[in-house]
């Protein structure tokens, strides 16, 4: 089993948060410090500290943001009113009913620790119906191909000891739009690689109207997620577009700067840089199946022409700044 431990006793640090939430950490800072989006905490040594309402709080804006609304307009709403900006823009943009109350929403349930809260109050789930309910991850994923269900509330403690393994299994048993998972104490780290790889997080215990408004959360910001996701890129047939910059070369454009207003070459060199260390991360990242593999593939195909983009710009304006490349 995977030790049980509080993130910290002073919450996430804004990288963890970063993983959680898709927000970059500048971006995270930007919202802060210009329009007060959230307020983190101080820890010991004054580095932001993030708690649960933090993070989603983020995750609210970040869906709102990614609806079309400006930060500056958005960050001043408390919660409910984002909650309700959200259910609108994304309504108004899909069509599909996602207030309280709109569209009965069923729910697979691998919670032992939670089974009888639902039960003694099923009436606050409103319109999430439990049409699955499991004591084991086995008994569940056997279930999910004739029981289908578009939302999988699971504890963490029930996904075994590697819990991104069980968390694949699901999303790979049944077509669920949502896996939830709930937790009172766990590593950061494995938050967020869970968070990472798909599913939302709630941090536990609740009531069960407390679960319904998460789940509630959860499928609006999904919603607007699924809205806004660009569809992955087709790859043309062939190999990985060529360097034209060696890592030596990028290395000390990164140093570089043009004329004295002009940071562009150590820019570009820096976006070259990022996403050469994303086209070797796909290269690299292990596949479960054939399935994975074939993503991986394009990812680091699409990523090698991003990246050679980006090289042909570096090169154009180091030659418009007088500098060797």
Known sequence: MVPQRKPSPEGFSIGTVAGMTGLDPHTIRAWERRYGAVRPGRGARGMRRYGEAEVARLQLL???????????????????????????????????????GAGVVSVALLAPGMAGQVEADAASLGRLEISLASNNLLELLTSLPSQPAQVVIAELRALGAEPLRALQAIRKASAVRLVVLLYEFAPAAELARLSRSGARLVRGPLRVAQLRR??????????????????????????????????????????????????????????????????????????????????????????????????KLLLEVCRHEGLEA
């Open 62 to 100: 970040k869906a709102v943001v990614d609806c079309g609304e400006a930060i500056s307009t958005v960050a001043p709403l408390a919660d409910d009113a984002l909650r309700e900006r959200l259910a609108t823009l994304t309504e108004i943009a899909s069509g599909n009913p996602l207030r309280d």
């Open 214 to 311: 998460a789940v509630e959360d959860l499928l609006a910001i999904d919603a607007a997620t699924a809205r806004t996701q660009p569809p992955l890129p087709e790859v043309a047939e062939g190999g990985a577009a060529p360097r034209l910059l060696d890592d030596d070369r990028l290395a000390r454009l990164l140093e570089t700067s043009g004329g004295v207003q002009c940071e562009c070459p150590s820019h570009l060199a820096s976006l070259v840089t990022s996403v050469l260390a994303f086209e070797r991360y796909s290269n690299d990242c292990e596949s479960r199946n054939e399935e994975d593999a074939e993503l991986h593939r394009r990812l680091a195909l699409s990523s090698s022409r991003i990246r050679s983009e980006f090289e």
